[in-house]
């Protein structure tokens, strides 16, 4: 007991639905939660309540059900706090004697820092790469603001240019998903411009300072945002480039 408490690794029993029947200590952190019993009363569906996407468990199932034993399977998982965690599983499925899986058990590591390290460089060589094919910034710059949105998974990626001498913000390249559409998007911003302070990128031009909405969804004041929220996209976020 000693050993399953204090362990460094979260620890688990679960059911085939998604319902913990045991987690240790580390488990219950991982995930955002304050005990193990706060974990297993709070989660009735692992695959909706805490995984980033459905298919990522369905995924795991599937191997599982092919295959007793899952090793070193990433999955990205949302905390209650709005925390974006990458844990580590390996699994093991048990099954009664006419081979239905009666329980999964395993152990998870947060591989979070090896994740965005990973993602980092990625975006490092990618960008690297898109420089030294190219001989201005103004034919490299759409070319890695593709490769952001790529790499981190974005729908829609924009860079804003500063007009100092007028204060004021104009949209100067958009990137955006095939299955996004833009037309909204882009018919706001043709020959738009943002005074400072205004909107996300007038805010951030301001402040200096990176800005996360996480649920845009549910705001108002930022005239591209709520175009954004109504094709389907759930945040948003702006970094000032100095």
């Known amino acids: 007991r000693s050993i399953f408490d204090n362990a460094v690794e979260g620890i688990f029993q679960a059911t085939p639905d998604g319902r913990f ?6 488990l219950a952190r991982m995930y955002g939660y304050a005990s193990p019993k ?28 092919a295959r007793d034993t899952v090793s070193n399977f ?53 960008t690297e790469e898109v420089l030294a094919q190219t001989a201005t910034m103004a034919e490299a710059r759409p ?8 790499i981190l998974e974005w729908q829609l990626g924009a860079v804003w240019d500063v007009d100092r ?44 300072q990176p800005k996360w909405l996480s649920d845009i969804g549910r705001l108002e004041g930022y005239p591209n945002v709520s175009i954004a929220a109504r094709v389907g996209m759930g945040s948003a976020f702006c970094v000032p480039i100095t």
Do not use: M
């Open 21 to 26: 029947i045991t987690a240790n200590k580390a």
């Open 38 to 65: 706060a974990l297993i009363e709070g989660i009735s569906d692992l695959g909706t309540q805490l995984s980033a996407g459905t298919s990522q468990r369905e995924a795991l199932l599937t191997e599982l059900q």
């Open 74 to 126: 990433n999955i990205e998982v949302i905390r209650p706090d709005g925390r974006v965690a990458w844990l580590r599983e390996n699994v093991r499925a048990v099954r009664d004697g006419c081979g239905r899986i009666l329980y999964l058990e395993g152990t998870v590591e947060d591989v979070t820092d090896w994740w965005w390290s990973e993602q980092r460089r990625e975006l490092e060589d990618a």
């Open 143 to 150: 070319k890695i603001l593709e490769c952001i949105c790529r």
């Open 165 to 208: 001498e007028n204060r004021l913000l104009a949209c100067g390249e958009i990137w955006h998903h095939p299955d996004v559409d833009v037309d909204e998007f882009e018919s706001a911003n043709a020959g738009a411009v943002s005074p400072l302070g205004e909107g996300l990128a007038g805010e951030v031009w301001q402040s200096g």
